[in-house]
Protein backbone atom coordinates (compact mmCIF):
# COMPACT_ATOMS: atom_id res chain seq x y z
CA UNK A 1 0.00 0.00 0.00
CA UNK A 2 1.29 3.71 -0.71
CA UNK A 3 -0.17 6.61 0.66
CA UNK A 4 1.22 9.94 -0.70
CA UNK A 5 1.88 13.20 0.68
CA UNK A 6 2.45 14.95 -3.89
CA UNK A 7 1.97 18.86 -2.52
CA UNK A 8 6.37 18.13 -1.62
CA UNK A 9 9.14 16.44 -2.92
CA UNK A 10 9.39 14.28 0.10
CA UNK A 11 11.69 11.30 0.63
CA UNK A 12 9.89 7.72 -0.07
CA UNK A 13 9.65 5.70 2.97
CA UNK A 14 8.90 1.98 3.34
CA UNK A 15 7.61 0.78 7.00
CA UNK A 16 7.80 -2.80 7.14
CA UNK A 17 4.86 -4.18 10.08
CA UNK A 18 1.38 -2.92 10.26
CA UNK A 19 1.64 -3.45 14.13
CA UNK A 20 1.41 -1.09 17.27
CA UNK A 21 4.30 0.72 16.75
CA UNK A 22 4.71 0.56 12.52
CA UNK A 23 0.73 2.07 12.36
CA UNK A 24 1.63 4.44 14.97
CA UNK A 25 4.46 5.51 12.70
CA UNK A 26 2.60 5.80 9.46
CA UNK A 27 -0.13 7.96 11.13
CA UNK A 28 2.44 10.82 12.14
CA UNK A 29 4.39 10.51 9.18
CA UNK A 30 2.30 10.42 6.48
CA UNK A 31 1.70 14.27 6.06
CA UNK A 32 5.61 14.85 5.57
CA UNK A 33 6.40 12.02 3.73
CA UNK A 34 5.19 9.18 0.59
CA UNK A 35 5.21 6.16 2.58
CA UNK A 36 4.98 2.62 1.83
CA UNK A 37 3.85 0.22 4.12
CA UNK A 38 3.78 -3.59 4.27
CA UNK A 39 3.68 -6.68 6.25
CA UNK A 40 5.46 -9.41 5.47
CA UNK A 41 1.84 -11.14 3.76
CA UNK A 42 2.11 -8.59 1.07
CA UNK A 43 5.35 -8.29 0.38
CA UNK A 44 8.58 -11.04 1.95
CA UNK A 45 10.66 -8.24 2.94
CA UNK A 46 12.75 -11.40 4.21
CA UNK A 47 13.39 -12.32 0.56
CA UNK A 48 16.30 -10.29 -0.45
CA UNK A 49 15.48 -10.47 -3.55
CA UNK A 50 11.82 -9.36 -3.22
CA UNK A 51 12.91 -6.20 -1.49
CA UNK A 52 15.24 -5.30 -3.52
CA UNK A 53 12.89 -5.05 -6.72
CA UNK A 54 10.53 -3.00 -4.40
CA UNK A 55 13.02 -0.50 -2.97
CA UNK A 56 14.57 0.13 -6.79
CA UNK A 57 10.99 -0.32 -8.45
CA UNK A 58 9.73 2.46 -5.82
CA UNK A 59 12.46 4.60 -5.25
CA UNK A 60 12.81 4.34 -1.70
CA UNK A 61 15.67 6.14 -0.18
CA UNK A 62 14.72 4.70 3.99
CA UNK A 63 13.63 1.47 5.31
CA UNK A 64 12.03 1.79 8.82
CA UNK A 65 11.57 -1.70 9.68
CA UNK A 66 8.64 -2.28 12.89
CA UNK A 67 8.50 -5.44 12.67
CA UNK A 68 9.31 -8.81 14.93
CA UNK A 69 8.55 -11.20 17.56
CA UNK A 70 6.79 -9.20 20.83
CA UNK A 71 4.93 -11.95 22.22
CA UNK A 72 1.00 -12.53 23.01
CA UNK A 73 0.15 -11.23 25.69
CA UNK A 74 3.87 -10.66 26.85
CA UNK A 75 7.50 -11.86 25.82
CA UNK A 76 6.44 -15.13 27.75
CA UNK A 77 5.70 -16.48 24.33
CA UNK A 78 8.90 -16.34 22.69
CA UNK A 79 10.25 -18.70 25.41
CA UNK A 80 7.93 -21.20 23.63
CA UNK A 81 8.70 -19.73 20.14
CA UNK A 82 12.00 -19.45 20.22
CA UNK A 83 12.77 -20.52 16.49
CA UNK A 84 9.59 -18.02 15.39
CA UNK A 85 11.21 -15.14 18.11
CA UNK A 86 14.62 -15.75 16.56
CA UNK A 87 13.48 -15.52 12.98
CA UNK A 88 11.81 -12.52 13.62
CA UNK A 89 14.41 -10.75 15.65
CA UNK A 90 17.46 -11.50 14.27
CA UNK A 91 17.51 -13.58 10.78
CA UNK A 92 14.96 -11.71 8.83
CA UNK A 93 16.31 -8.05 10.06
CA UNK A 94 19.47 -9.31 9.12
CA UNK A 95 18.52 -9.88 5.61
CA UNK A 96 16.84 -6.83 5.42
CA UNK A 97 19.87 -4.48 6.89
CA UNK A 98 21.71 -6.18 4.04
CA UNK A 99 19.84 -5.41 1.66
CA UNK A 100 19.24 -1.74 2.28
CA UNK A 101 23.29 -1.69 2.85
CA UNK A 102 24.22 -3.20 -0.72
CA UNK A 103 21.32 -0.42 -2.17
CA UNK A 104 22.90 2.09 -0.11
CA UNK A 105 19.33 2.83 1.68
CA UNK A 106 19.34 4.47 4.88
CA UNK A 107 17.65 1.71 7.31
CA UNK A 108 16.30 2.53 10.80
CA UNK A 109 15.77 -0.28 13.08
CA UNK A 110 12.78 -0.04 15.99
CA UNK A 111 14.33 -2.35 18.88
CA UNK A 112 14.25 -2.36 22.46
CA UNK A 113 15.44 -1.49 25.50
CA UNK A 114 15.03 -4.62 27.88
CA UNK A 115 18.45 -5.69 27.35
CA UNK A 116 19.68 -4.13 30.55
CA UNK A 117 18.48 -4.35 34.43
CA UNK A 118 18.90 -2.95 37.59
CA UNK A 119 19.41 0.80 39.07
CA UNK A 120 23.04 0.80 39.52
CA UNK A 121 22.86 3.53 37.05
CA UNK A 122 21.10 5.24 33.64
CA UNK A 123 22.16 3.07 31.10
CA UNK A 124 23.39 4.61 28.28
CA UNK A 125 23.86 3.25 24.37
CA UNK A 126 27.44 2.23 24.90
CA UNK A 127 27.10 0.05 27.95
CA UNK A 128 27.36 -3.60 27.59
CA UNK A 129 23.71 -5.44 28.11
CA UNK A 130 23.38 -7.12 31.56
CA UNK A 131 20.27 -9.05 30.44
CA UNK A 132 20.97 -10.00 27.03
CA UNK A 133 22.80 -12.71 25.53
CA UNK A 134 24.84 -13.59 28.14
CA UNK A 135 22.30 -13.44 31.20
CA UNK A 136 19.88 -15.27 33.11
CA UNK A 137 17.29 -12.81 31.10
CA UNK A 138 14.21 -13.15 28.66
CA UNK A 139 14.54 -15.02 25.16
CA UNK A 140 13.00 -11.87 23.45
CA UNK A 141 15.78 -9.74 25.08
CA UNK A 142 18.69 -12.37 23.70
CA UNK A 143 17.16 -11.93 20.39
CA UNK A 144 17.41 -7.91 20.85
CA UNK A 145 20.84 -8.23 21.91
CA UNK A 146 22.17 -10.68 19.18
CA UNK A 147 20.89 -8.50 16.55
CA UNK A 148 22.78 -5.52 17.58
CA UNK A 149 25.55 -7.78 18.49
CA UNK A 150 25.42 -9.17 14.71
CA UNK A 151 25.26 -5.67 12.87
CA UNK A 152 28.11 -3.82 14.44
CA UNK A 153 29.90 -4.00 10.99
CA UNK A 154 26.98 -2.30 9.12
CA UNK A 155 24.89 0.75 8.53
CA UNK A 156 22.06 1.25 10.47
CA UNK A 157 20.34 3.46 13.06
CA UNK A 158 18.97 0.90 15.72
CA UNK A 159 16.03 3.07 18.47
CA UNK A 160 15.75 1.75 21.76
CA UNK A 161 12.17 1.73 22.78
CA UNK A 162 10.34 0.46 26.15
CA UNK A 163 7.09 0.31 27.45
CA UNK A 164 5.32 1.96 24.43
CA UNK A 165 2.41 4.46 25.57
CA UNK A 166 0.51 6.12 23.03
CA UNK A 167 -3.08 8.39 23.29
CA UNK A 168 -5.34 5.34 22.65
CA UNK A 169 -5.98 3.69 25.86
CA UNK A 170 -7.99 0.87 24.33
CA UNK A 171 -5.20 -0.68 22.51
CA UNK A 172 -4.13 -3.32 23.66
CA UNK A 173 -0.17 -2.66 23.80
CA UNK A 174 -0.08 0.32 25.28
CA UNK A 175 1.36 0.66 28.25
CA UNK A 176 -1.40 2.58 30.32
CA UNK A 177 -4.04 -0.49 28.63
CA UNK A 178 -2.08 -2.68 30.40
CA UNK A 179 -2.03 -1.95 33.89
CA UNK A 180 -4.94 -0.46 33.88
CA UNK A 181 -6.53 -4.11 32.82
CA UNK A 182 -4.15 -6.20 35.28
CA UNK A 183 -5.45 -7.09 38.64
CA UNK A 184 -1.62 -7.57 40.03
CA UNK A 185 1.20 -5.02 39.70
CA UNK A 186 4.68 -4.48 40.60
CA UNK A 187 5.51 -0.84 41.74
CA UNK A 188 8.83 -0.70 39.65
CA UNK A 189 10.34 2.37 38.47
CA UNK A 190 11.35 2.01 34.27
CA UNK A 191 11.45 3.87 31.35
CA UNK A 192 9.01 4.30 28.69
CA UNK A 193 8.34 5.58 25.36
CA UNK A 194 5.67 8.43 24.02
CA UNK A 195 4.83 7.01 20.91
CA UNK A 196 4.39 10.33 19.40
CA UNK A 197 7.44 11.97 20.64
CA UNK A 198 9.13 8.41 19.16
CA UNK A 199 7.54 9.50 15.90
CA UNK A 200 8.89 12.79 16.42
CA UNK A 201 12.52 11.50 16.84
CA UNK A 202 12.34 9.15 13.80
CA UNK A 203 11.53 12.57 11.54
CA UNK A 204 14.32 14.51 13.47
CA UNK A 205 16.67 11.95 12.43
CA UNK A 206 15.72 11.77 9.05
CA UNK A 207 16.47 15.75 8.96
CA UNK A 208 19.72 15.78 11.35
CA UNK A 209 22.68 16.69 9.59
CA UNK A 210 24.47 13.57 10.86
CA UNK A 211 26.21 10.23 9.16
CA UNK A 212 24.72 6.84 8.22
CA UNK A 213 27.69 5.23 7.98
CA UNK A 214 28.03 2.53 10.62
CA UNK A 215 25.88 1.16 13.58
CA UNK A 216 24.40 3.90 15.14
CA UNK A 217 22.09 3.40 18.74
CA UNK A 218 19.78 5.83 19.94
CA UNK A 219 17.78 5.36 23.56
CA UNK A 220 14.54 6.87 22.57
CA UNK A 221 12.66 7.49 26.19
CA UNK A 222 11.09 10.14 27.85
CA UNK A 223 13.01 11.84 30.61
CA UNK A 224 12.07 11.58 34.51
CA UNK A 225 10.37 8.26 34.43
CA UNK A 226 7.75 7.42 36.81
CA UNK A 227 7.22 4.28 39.03
CA UNK A 228 3.98 2.73 38.21
CA UNK A 229 2.18 3.54 41.66
CA UNK A 230 2.58 7.16 40.28
CA UNK A 231 1.60 6.17 36.80
CA UNK A 232 -1.66 4.41 38.71
CA UNK A 233 -2.07 8.29 41.02
CA UNK A 234 -2.06 10.46 37.77
CA UNK A 235 -4.56 8.07 35.70
CA UNK A 236 -7.02 8.29 38.99
CA UNK A 237 -6.20 12.23 39.31
CA UNK A 238 -7.02 13.15 36.09
CA UNK A 239 -9.98 10.82 35.56
CA UNK A 240 -13.29 12.51 34.57
CA UNK A 241 -15.13 9.06 34.25
CA UNK A 242 -13.97 7.64 31.57
CA UNK A 243 -12.41 4.79 33.25
CA UNK A 244 -13.14 3.21 36.87
CA UNK A 245 -10.74 3.90 39.56
CA UNK A 246 -7.93 2.30 39.81
CA UNK A 247 -6.86 0.06 42.74
CA UNK A 248 -4.65 -3.09 41.82
CA UNK A 249 -3.08 -5.84 44.37
CA UNK A 250 0.25 -4.46 44.91
CA UNK A 251 2.98 -7.34 44.54
CA UNK A 252 5.97 -8.18 44.93
CA UNK A 253 8.13 -9.54 41.51
CA UNK A 254 8.47 -13.48 42.97
CA UNK A 255 4.98 -13.01 43.10
CA UNK A 256 4.21 -11.95 39.74
CA UNK A 257 4.21 -15.61 38.21
CA UNK A 258 6.45 -15.33 34.81
CA UNK A 259 8.33 -17.58 32.85
CA UNK A 260 10.33 -15.09 31.86
CA UNK A 261 12.87 -12.83 33.74
CA UNK A 262 11.68 -9.06 33.29
CA UNK A 263 13.87 -6.07 32.15
CA UNK A 264 13.70 -2.92 35.24
CA UNK A 265 15.79 0.15 34.39
CA UNK A 266 16.03 3.16 33.43
CA UNK A 267 17.76 4.09 30.22
CA UNK A 268 19.62 7.76 29.32
CA UNK A 269 18.32 9.43 26.29
CA UNK A 270 21.07 12.33 26.52
CA UNK A 271 22.22 11.43 23.02
CA UNK A 272 18.49 10.96 21.55
CA UNK A 273 17.71 14.64 23.22
CA UNK A 274 20.39 16.39 21.06
CA UNK A 275 18.32 15.63 18.21
CA UNK A 276 14.42 15.66 19.55
CA UNK A 277 12.97 17.39 22.57
CA UNK A 278 11.23 14.85 24.38
CA UNK A 279 8.51 15.66 26.69
CA UNK A 280 8.68 14.40 30.75
CA UNK A 281 6.88 11.23 31.26
CA UNK A 282 4.55 13.40 33.86
CA UNK A 283 3.85 15.79 31.06
CA UNK A 284 2.69 13.50 28.58
CA UNK A 285 0.85 11.85 30.87
CA UNK A 286 -1.55 14.74 31.46
CA UNK A 287 -1.56 15.22 27.19
CA UNK A 288 -3.15 11.91 27.26
CA UNK A 289 -5.34 12.38 29.86
CA UNK A 290 -6.27 16.02 28.71
CA UNK A 291 -7.00 14.22 25.14
CA UNK A 292 -9.32 11.99 26.75
CA UNK A 293 -11.26 14.21 28.82
CA UNK A 294 -11.72 16.52 25.55
CA UNK A 295 -9.61 19.29 26.82
CA UNK A 296 -7.20 20.97 24.71
CA UNK A 297 -3.62 21.14 25.89
CA UNK A 298 -1.26 24.36 25.96
Not at 123 to 132: H, I, K, R, T
Not at 162 to 171: A, G, Q, T, V
Not at 220 to 241: A, F, H, S
Request: aromatic residues 10%.
Amino acid sequence: MILKNLSKTPNNILILGGGYIGTELLCSLLGKYNIFTHQRKDLDYFNKNDLSKFILNNNISIVINCSGFTGKPNVDEAEIKKNLCWDLNVVGPLKIVDTCNKLSVKYIHISSGCIYSGYSKEFVEEDSPNFGLFDESSFYSKSKHAFETLTKEHDLKIIRVRMPICYDINNPRNFLSKIMKYPNLIDMINSKTFIPDLAGFVDALIDADISWVGQDIYNVVNPDPLTTCDVIKLLNEGNEGSWNKLDPNWISISELGTVAPRSNCVLDATKASRIYNFKTETEFMWMIMNNINGIQSA
